[in-house]
Every structure is written in C-alpha cells, then in structure tokens.
C-alpha cells in the first residue's frame, strides 16, 4: 500500500480581528431587536391587536375620568345627606366599576396575545439564525460573548416582547392619562398667591416638581440594578450549565471520583450568584425605603395643596376628593418610572444581552463565505489546504489529496497536528483557511469518535440525521449487521440512549447508520476507537463490502486500519513531506 506524507506546516501567528459593530444608543439597540417582527408580513395580526388595545386603554383612562367626577358627585351627597343622589352614585359606580373591570381583563388578553406572537417570531427567527451557517457551531468555537443562547432564546425573548410591550403602550397610557387629569387638577387648582404672586395651576405645577424629583432620586439610587441584574442572568447560566454539564458526564466524574471537586467547581458558581443577588437585595432595599417613604407622603400632599382653597370656601368637600383622586392619577402617571423602575433595570439588561446575541449571529454570517471553498467534483479532491485556528493560528498548511470513488484512505498523524480539522474543512464546518475542496457525487456522513444520540426514540437515533422513514426491515437488518440485534425490541423505546448505551455501542449504531443512509463519502474519526480489534475488522468490512461502494476517509492511530484502506496519507509536522512505499 503507497504511503504519502503530507508537511503539517506551522507558522509565527498573525493577527486577525473582526470588526466590533460601533457603540449604539440604548434606544437604537432597543429597536434594532424589536422593528424586524413589526415590519414583518408575520406581524398584521398583531398591528391588528395593537390597535384594538390602543383602543382599549383609551376607553379605560375615559372611564377613569367618569370615575374621578363620580368622587365629586358622590362626596358632595354624602356631605348634603342626600339619600337618592347616595343611591344614584352607588348605581353609577356598578356601571363604571363594571366598565373598569371588563376593559382591564379584555386589555390584559390582547397584551398576551400580542407578547405570544411577538415572542414566537422571534425564538423561530433567532433558531434559525443560530442554526444557519452552523453559527450554533462557531459560538462555542469561538468563545464569544454569548455563552448561554439557551437562555437567551427561551427566556430573555419572552422577557424582551413581554416587557418592551408593557413598556411602550404603559408609556402610551400615561401620556393620554396625564394630558386627562392634568386638564381636571388645573381647572381645580385655581391660583394661589405666594409672598405676592398669583400661581395658576399651583396643583399642576406641585405634583410635577415632586415626582420629577423623586424620579431623578430614584434613578441614583437604582442605577446600579442594571448591571447586576445582567450580572444575574449571566451568573445564573453559568452555574445552570456547570449542572448540565456534570449531568451529561455523570459516568465519567464518577469513575474519577470527583464529586468533591465538582461540589467545589458548582458551589464557587452558585456563591457567585449568591453574592449577586444579595447586591440587587440591598440595591432594591435602598430603592424601597426611598419609593415606600414617597409614596406615604403622597397620602396627605393633595390635601395640604387643597386645603387653602377648601377653608378659603372656594372648594367643596367633594371637590376636594376630586382633587385628590386627580393628584394620584397625574402623580402615578409622572411616577411610571419609580414604580417600573425594577423592571426597567431587568428590561435594559435583557435587551443589552439579545444584542450581543445578535451581534455574535451577525458576525459569523457575515463572515460565512471564507476563502476555503467546497464544490462538487469528479471525485474528493484537496488542494492548497491551510487551515487556522479561531485565533488566526496557522494550525496546518499544503494539505493536498484525492481520494476515487469507493476508494478508502487512512489519515495519519501526531495528536494535535490537525487531522480531525482537516475533516472539519472537507465537511465545510471549519471556515478558518483557505483552499480548495471538492467532494464527490452523493451525500457525505461523518462518523466522529463520540457519535451524537438525539433524544428520542432508538429508531429516531439510529437514522438520525434523517427522519426514521426507514421500514422496521431495514433497521433490523442494520443493528443486525453491526451486532446490535439484542436492541431490536427496544426501536421504539424513548431513551437517553447516550447514558444507556456503552461507548462500544454508540459507535455500532453509528455505522447502522451509514448502512441505513448509504452516503456516497463516509468520514471516519477515531470511529472504532471503543471497539476490539474483532468489532473493528466487521465495522470495515461492511463498508469495504457494500454493494453501494463509499468512498472511505478514515482518521485513526491504530495500526490494524491500515489493512482496511488502499493509501495511507501521513500529516507529518515540521519537516519536508516524504512519499514511502509499504505493502498493502
């Protein structure tokens, strides 16, 4: 059997850096994650639900007017001892209480129809981001910032579509709100002289230098939730993955005996959010005494504006209700920002992860054509190949070699010379290179040293990545095939079939299914590594012996390969390649 050496070249590193998209605006990266659904064709039903709520809250704040000149009407018969206008204001209230009611349940339905919708466009949008380009891939690979997609797509979007909506129409419900009442305490107000001078409006004016005050405080004081609720999450992904982490390895940690070592590992990350979380407790703590104090003395503040008018006997008692039901409505408008502080603070680092989400996604699409190509050939052809690490390390260079359909060849090397990337390359998942790769006709399938098992059922697992279309003959034919006819009963059981089968067993069902989806390349790496020299010699053989003839790219060290593939190309690093001859 020829031998071909190939040089696995190394070079001094050069610097290689991606474009960081420039600073923007809170409210620009707000809208860069919001305005794609809304200009969306997906998003005319909820254009639609938007504005039947926009008509919703409109006719809620005009009930709330009808309601604050029921406090003068029904204070002024209780101070006259009127029975039938008593009885009349009772009955009215039912009406408007009714009215109140009705629009807030039916409001609160079309705002979560409008969240679902908003927040399914975009988890399906951002899926397929992740997955197009095999961006979920290159993240991990990477290592950038956005470490936790998981939670970004299942957790942050609701939070984003929920709290941005709540957000934009409670802004929109207190300016119709505060223009309303604004009107009804100025025509209260009256004016009032102050060491001389006629202030009209002083109830207006009073309530809008306090609650502008107090929002300005409460943004000092609660400034720093921002950050440590984005700290929150972060933290809490990190301990949550250490869990799944050791979850996954459960086998492995526990033949080292290292539970001691990774209750360390998860007790640091927990401690971290621990930690965390008592800062935004005392944050909040400091937030509630100032918010809780202001809000106690907003009680008697609209009377003590209006008591100089009430004992001068230019307001009535019911007046004087009115006024002070108009102060709360004009002061819970200006006070939106104290009260949603804390989800404002949630809300902004929320929307400062999704955007680093994005950027990460948009980075790598854009960086999705590279100067390594692979097209269809003849034949499986590898020219000129130099390939990098993500840091712009040459990793290895002057990679050239064919392979003629049904042929099998043996790559190998040193460990860490590059062999498994080259494979990465030839399947078009390493973008870090250049050169050329042509593939031949037919689909391709790689079968790597730990073969992935989906959740589900056996059947689903040994056809993956295709749907389970094949009949129950030809899946009991391939476990037959690969010695693995003890399962046939299971095909249809729901499993972890990655806890329950052994190493030996994962990498049988592997080659089930290439025999099952018979591609026209088969890539092999380190595919028989769990197996004895006997399951070795079966696994090669059903594929030298297909009636369907793959040609076969194999990675491996052990030296009973070489009798299973016609040339053996040696990645050899730091010297000038060789070409030897061995006997087949």
């Known amino acids: 059997m020829p031998i071909i050496a190939f040089p696995a070249r190394r070079t001094a590193g050069r610097s290689r850096s991606a474009a960081a998209p420039a600073g923007a605006s809170f409210p620009r990266r707000m809208l860069r994650l ?16 938007v504005a039947m709520l926009i008509g919703v809250k409109l006719a809620t704040t005009w009930i709330a007017l009808k309601q604050n000149a029921w406090y003068n009407a029904f204070y002024t018969a209780l101070q006259g001892n009127d029975a039938a206008a008593f009885k009349a204001q009772i009955a009215a209230f039912g009406l408007i209480a009714a ?19 908003w927040r399914d466009w975009m988890v399906r949008r951002y899926m397929g981001d992740w997955m197009a380009h095999r961006a979920f891939f290159r993240l991990q690979l990477e290592n ?3 470490t936790d997609p998981d939670q970004r797509i299942t957790e942050d979007m609701g939070i984003f579509a929920g709290q941005t909506l709540d957000l934009i129409v409670g802004v929109l419900d207190v300016a119709v709100s505060l223009v309303s009442f604004t009107a009804v305490l100025w025509a209260l107000s009256g004016s009032l002289d102050v060491f001389g001078v006629s202030v009209p409006g002083y109830m207006v004016l009073a309530v809008f230098a306090y609650s502008i005050a107090a929002s300005l405080v409460t943004h000092f004081i609660g400034n720093p939730l921002i950050g440590l609720h984005s700290a929150n999450r972060t933290l809490e992904a990190d301990f949550r993955y250490g869990l799944i ?13 290292g539970e001691d070592r990774e209750s360390g590992i998860l007790g640091d990350r927990w401690g971290r959010v621990v930690s965390n979380f008592r800062s935004i407790l005392k944050s909040e703590r400091r937030l509630a005494w100032f918010t809780h104090s202001y809000t106690q003395a907003s009680i008697v503040i609209p009377f003590l504006l209006a008591s100089p008018r009430y004992f001068a006997g230019e307001l009535t008692f019911g007046q004087v209700m009115q006024v002070a039901a108009a102060f709360g409505a004009v002061q819970a408008c200006l006070n939106f920002f104290i009260n949603s502080y804390p989800r404002i603070a949630e809300w902004k680092a929320t929307t400062d992860r ?24 003849a034949k499986l052809a590898v020219r000129d190949l130099h390939l990098d690490l993500p840091n712009a390390r040459p990793l290895i260079s002057g990679v050239e070699l064919t392979a003629e359909p049904g042929e099998a060849i043996l790559i190998k090397a040193p460990s860490g010379t590059g062999k498994s990337t080259v494979l990465r390359a030839i399947a078009g998942i390493w973008p870090y290179g250049r050169g050329s790769v042509e593939v031949a006709p037919g689909s391709m399938l790689f079968i790597p040293q730990k073969p992935y098992m989906p ?26 095939a690969v010695n693995l006819g003890h399962l046939i009963g299971r095909l249809d059981e729901v499993d972890h079939w990655s806890h329950r089968l052994s190493g030996g067993e994962q990498q049988r069902l ?11 390349t088969v890539f092999l790496d380190e595919a028989t590594s769990a197996l004895d020299e006997a399951g070795e010699a079966l696994m090669y053989t059903l594929l030298r012996e297909a009636a369907w003839k793959p040609t076969i790219v194999s990675i491996g060290h052990r030296g009973t390969l070489t009798a299973y593939h016609d040339r053996v190309v040696n990645l050899v ?12």
Do not use: M
């Open 245 to 257: 982490r050791l979850r996954e390895n459960a086998e492995t940690v526990a033949f080292y005996r």
């Open 354 to 377: 999704l955007t680093t989400f994005r950027d990460d996604l948009d980075a790598i699409h854009a960086s999705a054509v590279t100067p390594l190509t692979v097209a269809q050939g």
């Open 144 to 146: 950038r910032a956005s």
């Open 455 to 480: 959740l589900g059922t056996l059947r689903e697992a040994a056809c993956y990545p295709e749907a389970p279309t094949a009949d129950d003959l030809e899946v009991v034919r391939a476990l037959k």
């Open 34 to 49: 919001a305005l794609p659904f809304w200009a969306s064709p997906d998003s005319g039903r909820a254009k639609l639900l």
């Open 573 to 584: 690093p730091n010297r000038p390649a060789a070409n030897e001859n061995a006997a087949a």
């Open 510 to 520: 592997a080659f089930a299914r290439v025999l099952l989806t018979q591609p026209g």
């Open 99 to 117: 009215g109140f009611v009705a629009c807030l349940i039916f409001g609160h339905r079309l705002a979560e129809s409008i969240k679902l919708q």
